[in-house]
């Protein structure tokens, strides 16, 4: 038989194909690599050292970690960021995409037009052999990534030598590269911290249209007081009436006559209104218009303040001697529900009944005066009128018609109050509150004390309210003095008078039961200011020459007033203890402002 048959031949054949396939799939070896987009290929061994193919943001985030091996390569892919468009690199294929990539720096004018561009040229090799090659590769990109964010840098420094006008969006004003930093992106600007509270026009003020001032005055003081209003106030009050027992126009402005709605009955049964009818053709000469006149014109006057801004939020009602804090009185608005019905002002008594003092401001919340106004008009003509004919004062009558009208009274006191700065009892309890109204106030008062807060707002801005310790600082004490010669202080704490004929020799008077020093404290200023020194309390002291010497001291704060020589009559010197002051004033620190109604005393 020969030795190869064709069957034999066959299986030769065969077995070695089969052979040949095995081995080829044994021998097949890891390092192909797929190049195809989509392939999965090999995670580089060093990640950090390359740029990630598709950067989220151009800066590093806050608190992020960076190798050191590797600073400079993210500080250029941060700033490149800003002034170039670099084509991602991806390393991690091994298939070499040797390619220029043209990036553009751009530089724009305040426009944004182009007015002038270079371009970078950078060349990156990847080689698919070994791992250093792929190392070289990233040093080179970059290295030349680095200068190319140093020639971004020198064109923006040369635009800038030149006076070329660049749009502040595109163009990175200084660039650091000692260190890796957060670069921004950027964003409006924001003012500055002495920006932020300049001062604004008065009658733009947050809160000014939401509240209407109404003053009531008369045609005997209109001339004396009303102008100073106008000149302050009433111009930042973009909503504002004057009422008075006539109508007209003073300096421009309508005056609202609160008498005409007064029923013909109760004209002709008063002889107050006599005098009335005869204002609208007589002159008037100042401070001689009947004081009965005034309780009339509360009720209809709120009612017709209603009417003319019905979708006011707050009304302030005061009078021509009245002054008004307009920092503060907004600031107090905005910080309530204008829907509460509130009436509110410093309380006083009459009998049984608690009001607002009309001098000191009366303060009504429009949820509070769509009560009134309703009741108004169906008790005014049969209940609230005949009222007011038989009680003395109009601010009492109206608390007694919103309370029927089921509006509850609240204390606002300190904040308004019936005192002026010289006379009010500068306490720890008005310290911290912040002063709304004084009164009653003079023309010369009214604009000194508008002056202290235009100086205020102009330094704090329209935020910050204007204390009673504020105006302690401001106002009163640098009018404070150890010795105040021909000065009235008001202490009254304790009193000293030597009695007419008084004996000290005799041991059985009462002037003798008396100690040395409050015996001699009669006797002079210097006497009496000893006094004050040995009570740890007293603050204050005066001494007059009336009779055979007087001598006062006071545990409370006051100004005072003037009281200028006069021959034949006594004289006065007051002081005050200065140090105690300086330590009263760090005890009443505020920590906050005192904002709340029914202030305990």
Known sequence: MPLFTPSRIIVIIAAFSLFTLFWSWGTSSGEVKQAFPGGQTEKPQNPAAHPAPHPATPQQQPGEKVDGDNKDDIR???????????????????????????????????????????????????????????????????SHTQAAVQEAKTSATEEVKAGTPSNPTTLVKAISTSKPAVVAQPTPSAPKPEEQEIEKFCNKVKGAPQIMIVLRTSKGEIEEKLSTHLKTLLACAPNFAIFSDHSGAFEGHKVHDALEDISDKFKQQHAEFKQY????????????????????????????????????????????????????VLQWINRLDYRIPYYSGAPTFLTDVKFAQRGAGIFISQGAMRLYAKSYREHYATTWEPRVSKECCGDMVL???????????????????????????????????????????????????????????????????????????????????????????????SKIVKPPGANEADPSSDWAKYSEELRNAVKSPEDCKKVCELATDCVQWKHSTKGEGECYSGKVLRLGRKQPKKEGEPTWTSGWMLDRIQKIKQDWACKETKWRFNQKR
């Open 76 to 142: 250029a892919s941060m700033l490149s960021s800003i002034v170039l468009t670099p084509t991602p690199i991806h390393t991690s294929t091994p298939t070499p995409i040797a390619k220029n990539t043209e990036t553009s720096v751009k530089k724009q004018d305040n426009a944004g037009n182009v007015v002038g561009d270079k371009t970078v040229e950078s060349k990156q090799e990847a080689s698919t052999e070994t791992i250093k090659q792929q190392e070289t590769s990233t040093t080179e990109s970059s």
């Open 399 to 493: 608390s007694v018609a919103m309370s029927q009208a089921h509006v509850e009274f609240y204390d606002a006191f300190p904040k308004l109050q019936s005192e002026t700065p010289a006379t009010i009892d500068w306490t720890n309890l008005h310290w911290c509150s912040p002063m709304v109204s004084w009164h009653p106030m003079n023309a010369d008062d009214l604009s000194m004390i508008w002056e202290a807060e235009r100086n205020w707002t102009s330094e704090h801005g329209w935020s910050k309210p204007f204390h009673y310790g504020d105006a302690f600082v401001q106002i009163i004490e640098p009018q404070l003095e150890a010795v105040k010669n021909d000065w009235d202080n008001i202490s009254a704490d």
């Open 277 to 328: 009818e005869d204002m609208k053709t007589q002159a008037v000469q100042a401070g001689t218009v009947d004081k009965e006149l005034d309780k009339w014109k509360f009720l209809p006057m709120v009612y017709r303040a209603y009417q003319m801004n019905p979708d006011s939020r707050f009304w302030m009602f005061i009078e021509a001697d009245t002054s008004l804090s307009w920092t503060n």
